[in-house]
């Protein structure tokens, strides 16, 4: 599996969507999320907080402007 880095061009927080690579199911995730998000699909692990911008380990789609 390729992990694509995609830069968001805007340095604010943002809801971005994200497929898991295992099963293809798709979620909404906030940029800056304090938690660990794991696909509601099959468990496998979405994305992983950090100190700021949480490491997105499935396919980012794109952002959603809130
Ligand atoms: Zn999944």
Known sequence: ??????????????FLSVQCEKCGEKTVIFSHTTTNINCKS???????????????????????DQ
């Open 1 to 14: 599996m390729k992990r694509q880095n995609i830069m968001i061009p805007k340095p604010r927080s943002a």
């Open 42 to 64: 099959c468990g496998e692990l979405l994305a992983e907080r950090s100190g700021s911008l949480a490491n997105i380990k499935g396919k980012t789609l794109g952002a959603l």
